[in-house]
């Protein structure tokens, strides 16, 4: 079983409530080939949301207690975003997923480039909380362009 973010399969939970459908992703997911998940909504934040990004670090060192999530307004959302991992990573076991396939540049979801903590637009490398965590817990996760490039085996 495939995991992916629920925005690439077209659900519209991003924090604007738009989605960033990839038909392929849809269509596994239509086929039952893969299941949906958002962490962030896993985690009890609404639709629409303020952007949020990592301050002083990337998800690893959210998850070590090293640097925190904020959200555009100042609100320090990093407990919503960790249980949202969390949330996610139970899930992901559960269905004993192959491959996790996530949206880039997401402070939950990016998985090799998020954004720098500056809410100025500039993304640096780096993992999102939940990419973090399922990388942590030995899970492979990549991103929707690395997908793409490996589409002939699905
Ligand atoms: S948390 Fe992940 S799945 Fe949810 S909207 Fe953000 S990028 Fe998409």
Redesign the pocket.
């Known amino acids: 079983m495939i995991v992916v973010?629920?925005?690439l399969a077209g659900l519209e939970?991003?924090y604007n409530a738009t989605h960033r459908l990839n038909e392929k992703l849809k269509q596994l997911v239509d086929e039952k080939k893969a299941v949906a998940v958002?962490?962030?909504?896993l985690g009890g934040l609404p639709t629409p949301r303020e952007p949020a990004e990592i301050i002083n670090g990337d998800g690893f060192d959210v998850l070590d207690g090293k640097a925190r999530i904020m959200d555009r307004g100042g609100k320090d959302v990093t407990d919503a975003y960790v249980e949202g991992a969390k949330k996610t990573l139970d899930i992901i076991h559960e269905l004993d997923a192959t491959l996790v396939v996530?949206?880039e540049n997401?402070p939950?979801?990016g998985s090799s480039m998020i954004y720098n903590g500056e809410f100025s637009g500039v993304r640096m490398a780096g993992n999102g909380v939940t990419a973090a965590l399922l990388k942590r817990s030995g899970y492979e996760v990549i991103s929707e362009e690395d997908f793409m490039k490996r589409l002939e085996e699905f």
């Open positions: 973010s629920s925005c939970v991003r958002c962490p962030e909504l996530l949206k997401s939950s979801c």
